[in-house]
C-alpha cells in the first residue's frame, strides 16, 4: 500500500503509486526531455504508465480507435439529399441534419437515445436561405447546453450563429446576425466544424487546404469574438479531402473523416484542444462498405458511439467505437509541441489500476530553442556544420551530388536545410539539422541556374535568379513549403533578371540584394513570403558589388550583406532594415577582402565561412552582432575545406524563422 505522497487519486487512493521524484527537463528544439525516477512503493499493482505535463498542460500520450458498424442507420434522403452534417442532442434523443441539398437544418426524434434505428422526422426545419441564397450548409455544431447552433456555409466560408429560445428545439432558432469567415484559412470547401468543450475554441477543416485550422473566441460560443489563433494542423499525409472532425476525451484526441481515403484517421493532442500539438497515431477506421462518399463524422453519449454518412447515400450510420489512450511507460519522456523561447516546467503522475499518484515536484525551468546549426556546402561536394551555440571546430555533416554543388541556393526551417539549383542544375536536396548525414533528393525547380539565391521563413523558402550556362541571366523566383518534399511552384518574378544575388528574410519578408547582370547591380528587391507575385524594388546597395558572390543574412529586423566579386575582392559589410524600403547603409568591414562566402545567422549573430580571398583561398570565420555596427571579428575557428564555399549555408535558426 503507497504511503507518504501516494495516490489521493483514482479508484482507490490508497493502492495508488507513490510519486516519481528527481524530476528534470533539458530543453530541444521545441521540445523537452523530462527525466525522472520511478516511485518504490508502486501502491496495490504495478505501474503502468506515466503522465508527464507542463505547467501549460503540455503533455503526450498515445491513441487508438476501434470501430465496429451497429448495423443501425437511418435515411434522411426525404428531407436533405446531400447530408454534411449531423449532431445529436446531449441526452442523445434527438438528432439534427444539415446538407447541401435543401439548405436547411432538419431535427428528428429518437425513441431509443443515441439509436438512429429508432428515429423519426419531427416536421422541424431550420432555413438557411434567408441568411445566404445556395449557403450549401456543410457542417453544424451546438453549444452543450443547445442553446446556441453553428452552421458552416459552403457558398462563402463562413459559420453563421443561432440561438435557440427553447434548449434543443429548432423551432424555436433564430439568427443572431452574427458570423465568422474562415475563408481566409479555408477557401475551398470547409466541410468541417467543431469546438472545444468551453467554446473557446473553434475549429474548421475542409479540402481546399488538407488542414484543421483552430479560431479563439474570447468570450465562449461568442463568434463575435473570434479571431484566427495562428493555429493548425496538416492532415494531408493521410487524406487531402477532410470532410469533418471531432474531439473526444477531453480534447486529447481528434478524429477527421476523409473523403477520399473513406477512413476515419486519430490524431494524439498532447496539449488537449491545441491542434497545434497534434500527432498521427497511426490509427485509423475504414467506413467504406458503409458510404464511399463520407461528408461528415460525430461522437455521441461520452464518445461510446460514432456516426457517419455522405452524399451517396444520404444516410446515418451507426457505429460502436472505443477510444484508448496510451501513455508512456518508462523515463525519460520526449514532450514535443512546445514554444521555443518559452519557459517550462513538469510534473510527472504514476498511474497504475488503481489511479494515479500525487504529483511530483516540479521540475527546474527550461526554454525550449531552435538548433543553432549552420550547414554549408562547398565546391567539392562536402556538407560541413558548425555549432553557433559553441562556435567549436567545424566537422563533417556529410556530401551533395557534385554535379549541383556549385553556388547554389540554400534555404531553412527550425528542422530542415534545402539546396537547391546549382551549375546548370534544377535539382533540389535536402539536409535534416539534427542528423548529420548525406543530402536527400527533395524534388526539382522549375528552372536550370547557377548563382541563384535562397530565402525565406518557417515553413516557405523562395529560391531566385541566376543564370543558365552562366551567362544567360534569370528573373524566375520559385517557393517551396520546406516540410514537403515535391517540385517548386511559381512564385513571380524578379525586378530584373540577374545572377549571383544574394537572399535573406524576416519571418514576413524576403529580399534579394547584389547580383550581375551586364554589370554589378547593386538592387535590393522584396516579397511578402507568404503570398505569391511580383518582387518591388527595396532599394539599392552600396558599394554596388557588395554581397556579388558573397554572402547575406538577416535578423528578423535587419538584412546584411558582406563581401565581394572576383573582379571587386572586397571586405564591405551593408545592412538595410527590412520592414521599411531605401538603400543600403554601411555597417562595418570583414576582417579581409574576400567573395565566395558562406553566410549564416542565429538571428543574433550572423557569421561568414571562408571564402576566396586576393591570394587565394580564405579560411576563417568572421562573426558580427547584427544589431550592432563595426567590424567583424575573427572567431578563431577555420572552415575544413580550402574550398570555395560559393555563398550556400543553411541553418535552424535564421532570422527568417525567429
Same mark, same amino acid.
Given at each position: 500500500? +503507497? ?12 493502492? +495508488? ?28 499493482? +504495478? ?96 453549444? *452543450? ?122 490524431? +494524439? ?16 477506421? $475504414? ?32 457505429? %460502436? ?64 556544420q558548425f555549432n553557433m551555440a559553441t562556435e567549436g571546430s ?8 557534385? !554535379? ?33 548525414g548525406n543530402g536527400t533528393d527533395f524534388g526539382d525547380q ?42 517548386? %511552384? ?66 528578423? *529586423? ?6 565581394? $566579386?572576383? $573582379? ?8 538595410? *532594415? ?6 543600403? @547603409?554601411?555597417?562595418?568591414?570583414? *576582417? ?8 549564416? @545567422? ?10 576566396q580571398g586576393s591570394s587565394g583561398a580564405v579560411q576563417n ?25 560559393? !555563398? ?11
Amino acid at each position: 500500500m +503507497a504511503k507518504g505522497k501516494g495516490g489521493f487519486i483514482g479508484q482507490d487512493g490508497l493502492n +495508488a503509486p507513490n510519486s516519481p521524484s528527481a524530476v528534470s527537463a533539458t530543453a530541444g528544439n521545441a521540445q523537452a526531455t523530462v527525466s525522472f525516477t520511478a516511485p518504490s512503493d508502486v501502491g496495490g499493482s +504495478a505501474i503502468t504508465g506515466y503522465s508527464v505535463v507542463s505547467n501549460t498542460g503540455a503533455t503526450t500520450i498515445s491513441g487508438s480507435i476501434t470501430a465496429s458498424y451497429d448495423s443501425k442507420s437511418f435515411n434522411v434522403g426525404s428531407q436533405e439529399g446531400g447530408p454534411g452534417g449531423v449532431q445529436f442532442k446531449s441526452d442523445g434523443t434527438k438528432m439534427y441534419v444539415t446538407g447541401q441539398t435543401a439548405d436547411k437544418t432538419f431535427q428528428y426524434s429518437l425513441s431509443t437515445p443515441y439509436d438512429v434505428s429508432t428515429a423519426s422526422y419531427d416536421s422541424v426545419e431550420l432555413n438557411h436561405a434567408t441568411q445566404a441564397s445556395n449557403a450549401n450548409p456543410y457542417d453544424l455544431f451546438f453549444k *452543450t447546453d443547445g442553446t446556441k447552433l453553428y452552421v458552416m456555409f459552403g457558398v462563402n466560408d463562413t459559420v453563421y450563429q443561432y440561438s435557440l429560445s427553447s434548449a434543443w428545439d429548432l423551432s424555436t432558432a433564430s439568427y443572431d446576425s452574427v458570423n465568422f469567415s474562415v475563408a481566409s484559412q479555408e477557401s475551398g470547401e470547409p466541410g468541417g466544424l467543431a469546438f472545444s468543450d468551453d467554446g473557446s475554441k473553434m475549429y474548421a477543416c475542409g479540402e481546399g487546404q488538407g488542414t484543421v485550422f483552430q479560431y479563439t473566441l474570447s468570450t465562449p460560443w461568442d463568434l463575435s469574438t473570434a479571431s484566427y489563433a495562428s493555429k493548425s494542423f496538416d492532415v494531408s499525409d493521410q487524406g487531402t479531402k477532410p470532410a469533418g472532425l471531432a474531439f473526444a476525451k477531453n480534447g486529447q484526441l481528434m478524429i477527421v473523416i476523409d473523403e477520399g481515403q473513406v477512413k476515419v484517421f486519430l490524431y +494524439a493532442l498532447s496539449t488537449a484542444f491545441d491542434v497545434s500539438t497534434a500527432t498521427y497515431t497511426s490509427s485509423s477506421f $475504414s467506413v467504406s462498405s458503409q458510404d464511399p462518399r463520407p461528408f461528415f463524422v460525430a461522437l455521441a453519449n461520452s464518445n461510446t458511439k460514432m456516426y457517419a454518412g455522405g452524399v451517396n447515400n444520404d444516410i446515418v450510420y451507426q457505429y %460502436t467505437v472505443d477510444f484508448s489512450v496510451g501513455y508512456p511507460t518508462s523515463s525519460p519522456v520526449i514532450i514535443t509541441g512546445l514554444s521555443n523561447g518559452t519557459s517550462y516546467t513538469f510534473n510527472v503522475w504514476a498511474i497504475n489500476a488503481f489511479g494515479f499518484s500525487a504529483p511530483s515536484d516540479a521540475s527546474g525551468s527550461v526554454s525550449p530553442a531552435a538548433p543553432q546549426i549552420a550547414v554549408f556546402a562547398h565546391s567539392n561536394a562536402g556538407l560541413d556544420q558548425f555549432n553557433m551555440a559553441t562556435e567549436g571546430s567545424v566537422t563533417d555533416f556529410g556530401t551533395i551530388s557534385l !554535379g549541383e554543388s556549385t553556388s547554389r541556393g540554400a534555404v531553412g526551417s527550425a528542422t530542415r536545410g534545402v539546396f537547391g539549383g546549382g551549375q546548370d542544375s534544377n535539382v533540389m536536396t535536402y539536409i535534416t539539422f539534427s542528423s548529420a548525414g548525406n543530402g536527400t533528393d527533395f524534388g526539382d525547380q522549375g528552372e536550370s541556374a547557377n548563382g541563384q539565391s535562397g530565402m525565406g521563413n518557417s515553413t516557405r523558402g523562395i529560391f531566385s535568379g541566376g543564370a543558365w550556362d552562366g551567362s544567360t541571366n534569370k528573373n524566375f523566383m520559385d517557393y517551396i513549403t520546406i516540410a514537403s518534399t515535391g517540385n517548386s %511552384t511559381t512564385f513571380g518574378d524578379l525586378t530584373q533578371a540577374r545572377r549571383y544575388l544574394r537572399g535573406c528574410a524576416s519571418p514576413t519578408r524576403g529580399l534579394n540584394g547584389s547580383g550581375y547582370q551586364s554589370s554589378f547591380t547593386g538592387r535590393i528587391d522584396y516579397v511578402t513570403i507568404a503570398s505569391t507575385g511580383n518582387a518591388t524594388t527595396f532599394g539599392t546597395l552600396s558599394p554596388t558589388y557588395v554581397g556579388y558572390g558573397g554572402a547575406a543574412c538577416s535578423s528578423s *529586423t535587419r538584412a546584411i550583406w558582406a563581401g565581394g $566579386s572576383a $573582379s571587386n575582392i572586397a571586405n564591405n559589410i551593408s545592412y538595410v *532594415t527590412i520592414a521599411s524600403t531605401g538603400n543600403s @547603409t554601411d555597417f562595418g568591414d570583414l *576582417t579581409e577582402n574576400k567573395y565566395s562566402i558562406a553566410g549564416c @545567422t542565429n538571428s543574433t549573430t550572423a557569421y561568414f565561412f571562408g571564402g576566396q580571398g586576393s591570394s587565394g583561398a580564405v579560411q576563417n570565420i568572421d562573426k558580427i552582432t547584427i544589431a550592432s555596427t563595426g567590424n567583424a571579428t575573427d572567431t578563431g575557428v577555420d572552415v575544413k575545406t580550402t574550398s570555395s564555399t560559393y !555563398g550556400m549555408a543553411a541553418s535552424g535558426s535564421h532570422g527568417g524563422i525567429s
